[in-house]
């Protein structure tokens, strides 16, 4: 069993920055891929970014390309999702996801996923 913490979440205004940390712990073995996804009130959850094991990949949806870095330490079994720039419309619930292989950006890639962290930005 996985279990996956998030940390960071908080209200912020527009134009300013969050960095958001994801603390896996259990039976983490192999080089799994590690995901942040987010899901707004009344929408879909939807993807954000992802790393692979040596942090070699990465993935970002079109909206937070270049605002947006997601960076992980395995020493520390943590992702990071380090948010600039941010906007309105990035408030949400951000979840972060373990998985093993798979397309970064489909949730049906990830086996694992925490609770989720609130973001909220004011403009």
């Known amino acids: 069993q996985v279990q996956l913490v998030e940390s960071g979440g908080g209200l912020v205004q527009a134009g300013g920055s969050l960095k958001l940390s994801c603390a896996a712990s259990?039976?983490?073995?192999?080089?799994?891929?590690m995901g942040w996804f987010r899901q707004a009130p009344g929408k879909e959850r939807e993807f954000v970014a992802a790393?692979?094991?040596?942090?070699?990949?990465?993935d970002y949806a079109d909206s937070v390309k270049g605002r947006f870095t997601i960076s992980r330490d395995n020493a520390k079994n943590t992702v990071y999702l380090q948010m600039n720039s941010l906007k309105p419309e990035d408030t949400a619930v951000y979840y972060c996801?373990?998985?093993?292989?798979?397309?970064?950006?489909?949730?049906?890639?990830?086996?694992?996923w925490g609770q989720g962290t609130q973001v909220t930005v004011s403009s």
């Open positions: 790393v692979n094991w040596s942090g070699s990949s990465t």
């Open positions: 259990g039976r983490t073995f192999g080089k799994n891929d």
């Open positions: 996801a373990l998985g093993w292989g798979g397309r970064f950006s489909y949730s049906d890639s990830y086996e694992y």
